[in-house]
């Protein structure tokens, strides 16, 4: 199950990222249509209160299909392979923020991590006064950073989108402590390193998490080093006790368990990191030198998770629930103009209820009132018609979501 599992990530990301899409890709993909997508599930039965619909009675969850059994909710394996999927039918108009034990995980506690009382983060490299910075002085500085979405680069339909979650945050600006080290003329660029000794290997992940990040990039993108999610400190699991966190990127470049940041020039091989993400963070192939990778940003998405079905006046009534998040302050405003369909093919409508947004690195709930004509299999594709806004996942259709209703 687990290799299984991992080899469809990649697959997945390989086949619709690369080539023709989803729709293409599933043909191809041979290991998704083994799972026989459609097999019939039963209705989940709802029992927990849900937003009402006026007059109607809610009948229950349709499940989504097209997607294997991924366990969410539940802490997976160990070290490079440990996981944990954010189950986002949970999130509710009062529950936008994911809480700290259920925020999805990527790569588990490494092995002898040192306590946070001993922990330094060496700042060095083309710098005027090198640093080396106690992690209980980086608590002390830390101010409120606020509410950012992270997005593993890697999620996708084979772990339920799970992948995916929301914290407030508490932390040091990067441009802060860089600016205390005081950075030489030739310097363009930063390297963040983490401590990852993981003493068993995995097939699917390659130890070692480093990025180098252009200095401006990570001057605008308002980059930190984490010392809290949640108003608590970082749980071992999610970099205790420091991490970088990089609004607006992938999850691959917020570094867990920070050693090391290194002030370097534009002439810096890609890490392995950046190797290991170069598809699926949409860069130009995979270019060999740090300065040849694209900001890793992740473009305005959505999705549905959550599709209910309702009986108002004897008739069958869906409410689809979703989640809108990515893009940059740009793209905020084109957020309320999502629309959705149904099938292949099929015209797009407005969403009836947009997205809410507070800041561009959260995310907004949207709900959509679906009333089909007919019962059948359908597949819920959302869109932003609007040739200004890149939205390359949504428009290959990496977020489709099925269900048989
Ligand atoms: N040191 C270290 N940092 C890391 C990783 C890692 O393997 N080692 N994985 C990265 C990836 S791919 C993701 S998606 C995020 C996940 O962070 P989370 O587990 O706190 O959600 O951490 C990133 N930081
Ligand atoms: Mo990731």
């Known amino acids: ?7 469809l990530e990649r697959t997945f990301a390989k086949v619709v990222l690369t080539r023709r899409g989803f729709l293409g890709g599933a043909v ?13 599930r039963a209705l989940e039965r709802v029992t927990e209160p849900r937003s009402a619909m006026p007059g109607g009675e809610l009948v229950g969850r349709v499940p989504f299909q097209l997607e294997p059994d991924a366990p969410l909710e539940e802490r997976l394996y160990d070290g490079l392979d440990a996981r944990f999927y ?11 923020i994911t809480p700290a034990e259920e925020f999805f995980v990527r790569t588990g506690k490494p092995e002898g991590l040192a306590a946070a009382g001993a922990w330094r983060v060496r ?6 006064r090198p640093l080396t910075l106690d992690a209980r002085r980086l608590v002390e500085q830390a101010g409120d950073r606020g509410t950012h979405v992270m997005e593993c680069a890697g999620n996708s339909r084979w772990v ?3 992948l995916l979650s929301a914290a407030t945050w508490s932390g040091v600006p990067l441009s802060t402590l860089l600016a205390e080290a005081g950075p030489l003329p030739a310097a363009t660029s930063v390297r963040v390193s ?27 993108a308002g980059a930190f080093l984490a010392t809290s999610m949640n108003a608590a400190p970082l749980s071992l699991d999610h970099g205790h006790p420091v991490r970088l ?26 890490t392995s990191q950046m190797i290991e993400f170069a598809g699926r963070t949409h ?13 890793a940003t992740v473009d305005l998405a959505a999705m549905a998770t959550r599709v209910d079905e309702w009986r108002v006046g004897g008739r069958r009534v869906f409410r689809v629930h979703g989640l809108s998040w990515g893009g940059d302050r740009e793209s905020l405003a084109a957020n309320s103009r999502l629309e959705i369909r149904f099938a292949p093919g099929e015209e797009y409508q407005r969403v009836t209820h947009q997205p809410v947004r507070e800041a561009s690195g959260s995310w907004g709930l949207w709900t959509h009132e679906w009333k089909p004509e007919k019962p059948g299999r359908y597949l819920i594709q959302l869109r932003i018609d609007d040739p200004e806004i890149s939205t390359r996942r949504l428009d290959a259709g990496y977020y489709v979501r099925g269900v048989e209703i």
Not at 28 to 40: F, I, K, M, R
Not at 86 to 96: I, K, M, S, Y
């Open 1 to 7: 199950m687990n290799k299984r599992l991992f080899d």
């Open 86 to 96: 954010t189950d986002h039918a949970r999130v509710e108009p009062g529950r936008l």
């Open 245 to 270: 966190l990089v609004p607006g990127w992938y999850g691959c470049c917020c570094v867990k368990w920070v050693v090391r940041i290194e002030i370097v020039d534009d002439r810096q091989p890609a």
């Open 194 to 220: 983490g401590f990852d000794h993981h003493p068993v290997a995995s097939t699917n992940s390659t130890a070692g998490c480093s990025w180098v990040f252009g200095l401006k990039d990570l001057e605008s």
């Open 160 to 162: 339920r989108f799970g």
């Open 123 to 128: 700042i060095d490299g083309l710098v005027e």
């Open 283 to 295: 860069q130009n192939g995979t270019p060999k030198m740090a300065a040849g990778y694209r900001p």
């Open 28 to 40: 191809t993909a041979g290991g998704a249509l083994l799972l026989d997508p459609w097999s019939a």
